[in-house]
């Protein structure tokens, strides 16, 4: 049988002109496209014939607005429509009322707002933001209405984020006002920039902050990134995570750093907790957590550890800027919060002189606010503990315990004239009205040491003793010991003494025991002290000699 074969050509294209070349098929493209962008133009112009119309467009934003915030809002200023480069809106002085269960004071007001608008939703005739724009604005949270999103920032915040769904925000020039210590002094924040890239639910967005916190200012170019994350459930928080936060105290140049993880639940009662903090302040750095916990008696809790403090220009700085001592802020903050915090500090400063391992224990009590203090310093270890009212005296009750005397006298830059070991307790108040700065008395005890002096015109030597007592005050400018006992040794006896801290010149009295009881009188200075003989006072000498004229019958 014969095979069939089946030849397989290749097409062979047409050599005449294509299709899309033909005169006909380009003028159907031209009347499509002149159609389409004759329909585009018509839909502009009707979108723009409606909105030109100020009055008809304010109504119409004013209402679509009212309807997504859930609050009255109205356009007193003007309003700016424009088509190119694109779509945008821009209206003057907007206002924003309360809810209708509180006053119709108005939350909100805004010297600007700007949106740009995008071009298909235009076309249909809705509004549909793509970035806002706010300007001059000031946000009013300090009402107190429970009931009230107004009450509750992080109610604000989701609502917010409910009406900018998908939309960026940027904020300029805003001022907050928060709940204050009176209903008619709110706290104000002050708001330089704020930023958020496509702010949406469930989905972390990009945040920058920069303004002033306080009024007047405490930090100043304040600096606040991270990663913002506003859940659309009110059971779990809203956090800001990978903060990183910056600024300056204000008036100074010392920097103020801290990073970490935010988180605030918005559920009764509100929570905000600070986790894997680190706080820079200068060049110290800290280790922190905060835990903040709302409700019908608040609570606190703060753990600081690392770094130095200089506490007198530190508490100096807050004085001058909050016009209150920074002890009276933490007994007012005690009053209204349990607090309970730790500060552990490597390196604690007071002017010039140091303490070492320092921590701070502050806690709530019924009286007041609870501090403990204990650090150590060359020679031995401190520990201080009172209750801080918050009125205009404070005081400490302070126990020392001293290692080697000879140490501390060269810690606080003298030279080591005594040595010994021993211990004081002590009184520490500051605060009085009319009174001096700070008050310090108490008692002291050395045991078996020795002080160096010299006697008479001899050259100084080391003279031992078993023990040295009596009591300690501080009054403006000198140190003074009112009543103190030498016991053992060539010294033995009392007497008392006082140094001029200024020029750190001795003066005193020491009556030797046994003998006649001679009187010797001290002098010279803290580098170099001198005991010269010193005959009895007159008025004791008179005694004297009443004495011995009644025994002599004269």
């Known amino acids: ?68 915030v859930g609050r009255r809002v109205e356009i007193v200023g003007a309003l700016e429509f424009s088509l190119f480069p694109r779509p945008r809106l821009e209206a003057r002085e907007v206002v924003i009322g309360a809810s209708g269960n509180e006053d119709g004071r108005a939350v909100f007001r805004a010297a600007r707002v700007s949106m740009s608008l995008r071009l298909i939703a235009l076309l249909r005739g809705d509004l549909a933001p793509g970035r806002i724009q706010l300007e001059g604005a000031v946000v009013d949270l300090s009402g107190s209405g429970a009931k009230d999103a107004s009450s509750n920032p992080l109610a604000a915040i989701r609502s917010s984020a409910r009406t900018l769904g998908g939309r960026s925000l940027s904020l300029q020039d805003v001022t907050f006002l928060l709940p204050g210590s009176e209903p008619q002094s709110p706290r104000r924040l002050s708001v330089d920039h704020i930023e958020l890239e496509r702010f ?12 002033d916190v306080g009024a007047p200012p405490v930090l100043e170019g304040v600096r606040l990134n991270g990663m913002l994350y506003v859940p659309s459930s009110d059971e779990r928080p809203v956090r800001l995570r990978e903060m990183e936060f910056g600024a300056n105290l204000a008036g100074s140049e010392t920097a103020v750093a801290m990073t970490g993880d935010l988180a605030a639940s918005g559920e009764t009662p509100f929570r905000l907790s600070l986790a894997g903090g ?95 203090i204990a650090a150590v310093f060359p020679g031995g ?77 001899s050259a100084a030597r080391v003279v031992p003793f078993h023990s040295f007592s009596g009591e300690l005050r501080h009054t403006p400018g000198f140190l003074e010991l009112p009543v103190y006992e030498l016991v053992g040794g060539e010294l033995a006896g009392t007497g008392w003494a006082a140094v001029d801290l200024s020029s750190r010149e001795l003066g005193g009295e ?35 000699a009443v004495e011995q004229d009644e025994d002599s019958g004269r």
């Open 510 to 544: 020491l009556r030797r025991s046994g003998e006649m009881g001679a009187w010797w009188t001290l002098s010279g200075s803290m580098s170099e002290p001198r005991l010269a003989p010193l005959t009895p006072p007159s008025g004791e000498r008179d005694a004297e």
């Open 200 to 211: 949406s639910l469930d989905q972390a967005v990009a945040f920058r902050f920069l303004g």
């Open 1 to 68: 049988m014969a095979r069939r074969t089946r030849l397989q050509c290749p097409l062979v294209r047409a050599s005449g002109p294509r299709a899309t070349d033909q005169p006909g098929f380009r003028m159907r493209r031209t009347i499509i496209l002149a159609a389409a962008l004759g329909i585009i133009v018509l839909g502009l112009w009707g979108t723009a014939v409606i909105y030109f119309d100020e009055s008809r467009l304010k109504g119409i934003i004013s209402d679509r607005l009212s309807e997504q």
């Open 381 to 457: 270890l401190i520990e201080a503990s009172g209750v801080m009212t918050g009125g205009a005296s404070h005081s400490l009750a302070v126990d020392v315990s001293l290692a080697e005397f000879g140490q501390l006298l060269g810690w606080l830059d003298l030279p080591p004239i005594l040595e010994g070991s021993g211990e004081a307790q002590l009184s520490l108040s500051w605060g009085r009205e009319n009174g001096p700065a700070f008050a310090l008395d108490g008692r002291f005890d050395l045991w078996d040491g020795s002080l160096r002096i010299a006697r008479e015109d």
């Open 278 to 372: 680190r706080i820079r302040i200068g060049e110290s750095q800290f280790d922190a957590s905060f835990n903040y916990h709302g409700g019908d008696r608040p609570a606190a809790d703060l753990l600081l550890s690392g770094g130095e403090l200089d506490w007198l220009a530190f508490s100096g700085f807050l004085s001058e800027r909050l016009n209150v001592a920074p002890v009276d802020v933490l007994a007012m903050i005690s009053s209204r919060v349990d607090l309970r915090s730790q500060l552990q500090f490597d390196r604690l400063g007071f002017g010039e002189a140091a303490v070492s391992q320092a921590r701070v224990d502050l806690r709530t009590q019924s009286a007041g606010l609870g501090l403990n």
